[in-house]
């Protein structure tokens, strides 16, 4: 909660693939608030009362799932509708004749982001979240400690650069 907190005030899109990240978590543990406490909050240098208080946070954030039907899969609508506002902020920085380093560094991904675009199921998602979505899977990738190509680091590399961009503007 507190990290979750701290990322939402400093950099969104961190802040966004961390409540990914959560979510998996979240299922990982099935929901279970016992073992979330044991291997989350306990494990915390934090107050009780701050324990107490991520304790709280856990169970919402694990009713908030059930109620909407994301226990297997999906995003929160929170964060889905967080991911709306960034990708039509980023429209709008790529409309700014002001912003021509950000348009820029978008032109340097467009082809990475058009590339995944084609490998994808749905033709129609938004540029910000096949963003997203690459940059989460990748991170699987490395913490699953499997190997991956220079062409797939260089494409995530220029990914992070327009996210990056993109979360500085938003902040």
């Given at each position: 909660?507190?990290?979750?907190?701290?990322?939402?005030?400093?950099n969104i899109a961190?802040?966004?693939?961390?409540?990914?990240?959560?979510?998996?978590?979240?299922?990982?543990?099935?929901?279970?608030?016992?073992?979330?406490?044991?291997?989350?909050?306990?494990?915390?240098?934090?107050?009780?009362?701050?324990?107490?208080?991520?304790?709280?946070?856990?169970?919402?954030?694990?009713?908030?799932?059930?109620?909407?039907?994301?226990e297997k899969e999906?995003?929160?609508?929170?964060?889905?509708?967080?991911?709306?506002?960034?990708?039509?902020?980023?429209?709008?920085?790529?409309?700014?004749?002001?912003?021509?380093?950000?348009?820029?560094?978008?032109?340097?991904?467009?082809?990475?982001?058009?590339?995944?675009?084609?490998?994808?199921?749905?033709?129609?998602?938004?540029?910000?979240?096949?963003?997203?979505?690459?940059?989460?899977?990748?991170?699987?990738?490395?913490?699953?400690?499997?190997?991956?190509?220079?062409?797939?680091?260089?494409?995530?590399?220029?990914?992070?650069?327009?996210?990056?961009?993109?979360?500085?503007?938003?902040?």
């Amino acid at each position: 909660m507190l990290i979750a907190e701290q990322k939402k005030r400093d950099n969104i899109a961190e802040y966004l693939l961390y409540m990914w990240q959560l979510e998996d978590i979240l299922r990982a543990y099935e929901f279970d608030i016992d073992k979330i406490q044991k291997g989350l909050i306990d494990t915390s240098n934090h107050s009780d009362e701050k324990k107490e208080e991520a304790r709280r946070w856990y169970i919402q954030l694990i009713e908030q799932m059930q109620s909407e039907g994301i226990e297997k899969e999906g995003h929160l609508s929170t964060n889905n509708e967080l991911l709306k506002e960034l990708s039509l902020f980023h429209a709008q920085l790529l409309k700014n004749p002001d912003e021509l380093k950000y348009i820029e560094t978008y032109f340097k991904t467009l082809p990475f982001i058009q590339e995944l675009r084609g490998k994808s199921k749905s033709q129609d998602l938004p540029e910000i979240e096949i963003c997203f979505t690459a940059l989460y899977g990748f991170l699987l990738l490395k913490l699953q400690k499997r190997e991956v190509s220079p062409d797939t680091a260089s494409a995530i590399s220029q990914i992070s650069n327009l996210l990056r961009s993109l979360s500085e503007k938003y902040n």
